[in-house]
């Protein structure tokens, strides 16, 4: 086709994407192979290695978003993978874990309660996406997940196996089934849990290097005693849930006390001690909130 000066040049389809956009997607994509791979581990038998994938994986959640925002590469691209993700690492991964490890002795019941585990990963994160702009929430309600979020889901679920991995004897099957309908059913409840988003993460000078050490020292505790670990903080977060309830309540009230307090009438400035307060009918027009 010949040029012609009177068309204009035909536009790019595409524009070019900065790097930064990419990075959060590639830990992203990494985590999803973390999950993939626990899947293929815990068919082999290998259960350690499935569930430090399941570990791995859950790092590597807590870091994509982190990263994205630092480098300002969030993208609906990247909020929409990192969904999908979640959904494989912490719904499908762990539940088959389970299912490989011990469910399938209860034959079909295991395979309901693991796949019921799945389906409650699944509708937690949909509703997560489909409540995360709601204008109706309460300022405070940004500090809350409700219900467990799906990667402490699939870190708390595996607590029998971590138990077993520390010597203790396997609980029974139909246990172990219950537990999964358990921590599947705290997923996809109303139940308020603290996230810790809104605490400002900012440290004194004084405090960086305490920070550090506390932070490595804590990393070497995970590679050298995992289960033990993972154990102790799995029975914490299941304690710390009722706690988490009890703040949120609270808030509740007090936003409902300040709610019910009357405002008709504000008090007088003292910084103004000249001014004659207003009279009239333009004062009883005016309404309660401009006082």
Not at 64 to 82: H, N, P, W, Y
Not at 103 to 129: D, K, P, Q, T
């Amino acid at each position: 086709m010949s040029f012609h000066p009177e068309y204009p040049e035909r536009r790019r389809r595409f524009r070019p994407i900065p790097v930064r956009m990419l990075v959060p997607n590639f830990i992203t994509l990494l985590a999803i192979c973390a999950g993939l791979t626990a899947i293929r581990l815990s068919t082999e038998g290998r259960m350690e290695l499935a569930v430090a994938a399941i570990v791995f994986a859950a790092v590597l959640d807590g870091l994509d978003g982190r990263v994205a925002r630092m480098i300002k590469g969030q993208s609906k691209f990247g909020a929409e993978l990192d969904s999908l993700a979640d959904f494989v690492n912490f719904g499908v991964a762990p539940g088959l874990i389970l299912y490989f490890w011990q469910l399938n002795e209860l034959h079909n019941g295991g395979w309901i309660a693991a796949m019921v585990f799945a389906i409650s990963g699944g509708l937690r994160l949909a509703r997560f996406n489909a409540t995360m702009d709601d204008p109706n929430k309460p300022a405070f309600a940004a500090n809350y997940f409700t219900g467990v979020p799906a990667p402490a889901g699939a870190i708390t679920v595996l607590l029998p196996i971590y138990l077993a991995f520390l010597g203790l004897p396997k609980p029974p099957a139909v246990l172990t089934a219950l537990y999964t309908l358990l921590i599947a059913f705290l997923m996809v409840s109303r139940l308020p849990v603290f996230s810790g988003k809104t605490v400002r993460m900012r440290v004194p000078p004084e405090m960086v290097l305490p920070v550090i050490v506390s932070v490595i020292f804590f990393i070497a505790l995970l590679v050298s005693y995992p289960w033990y670990i993972l154990s102790a903080c799995t029975v914490m977060y299941l304690l710390s849930l009722p706690v988490g309830w009890k703040s949120y309540r609270d808030h509740e009230r007090r936003g409902a006390a300040q709610a019910a307090t009357p405002v008709d009438a504000a008090p007088v400035n003292p910084a103004t001690p000249f001014a004659s307060p207003a009279s009239g009918p333009e004062h009883d027009d005016r309404p309660a909130r401009l006082n």
